[in-house]
């Protein structure tokens, strides 16, 4: 992948980067520079025999060079801006055709998995112990791709396919790892013995919740890839074990429950 960014005089901001279309919308580089869902749903099936030349203006300022069929290689936002209003009506866009009301089973787990990177993110910034960092920064790249495979429609949702077995025992490894480091103690305990491992905490139990909405989601057929359940159900004792690491690592045990 190569990435430039430039602000030249008068003309916005141009970004020059070589990436197939999915894998944009995926690492959700669109999103950080200043678009919107709109984006995100245009640019999953985006036809190169639709276009214009070798243009296309997706909406207004929005305008993008592609070359060899969905490679992009140039964006231009002439008056970038942080919203679109496009979420007024209530409704969000996916990857793929159509819209869905914010309220929706999958906005709700996409909100969810959203919300447990960010207090991913939290802790991260807050850990002590060397080991945890990294590992909570691949869990966080993980969810991201996770988000595009469950925001993903029936028809797309192959282009955005990320979560296998592999990913999988990936995160069972880490959690089989760490523990043989660890105290495991005999009973429920209390959360709030160091900053990191609070956040920890608070991560473990929002993946929890993200692991029942994709629940319902599978449940109800709107996704079909078990690993994607199973990867949160993994993640939340992850969690866990990364949170009586980071305590240890401080020299704090464990607050108990029963007092």
Known sequence: MRLDIQVPAGKGVIVIMEMGVPELVTQRILTNIGSDDFSESSLADL????????????DGPHVLSLKGGNELEEIIIADMSFYTRKGDDGY??????????????RTEALG?????????????????????????LQVQRDLYRLMAEVAATPENVEKFRAITEAKVTWVEEQTDSLSRDV???????????TQA??????????????????????????????????YLNRLSSLCFVLELYEDQFEGQSPTLAKG
């Open 47 to 58: 036809p190169a025999d639709g276009l214009f030349g070798d243009l296309a203006v997706i």
């Open 92 to 105: 969000t866009g996916v990857l793929g055709e159509g819209r869905i009301p914010k309220e929706h089973p």
């Open 112 to 136: 969810a998995i959203d919300e447990a990177t960010s207090a991913l993110g939290l802790a991260r910034a807050s850990a002590r112990a060397p080991k945890i960092a990294p590992i909570i």
């Open 183 to 193: 105290r495991i103690p005999g009973e429920f305990i209390i959360p709030g013995d």
């Open 197 to 230: 491992s609070a956040a920890l905490d608070l991560a473990r139990t929002i993946v929890r919740r993200a692991e029942r909405k994709v629940a319902e989601l599978y449940h109800i057929g709107e996704i079909d890839n078990a690993q994607v359940l199973n």
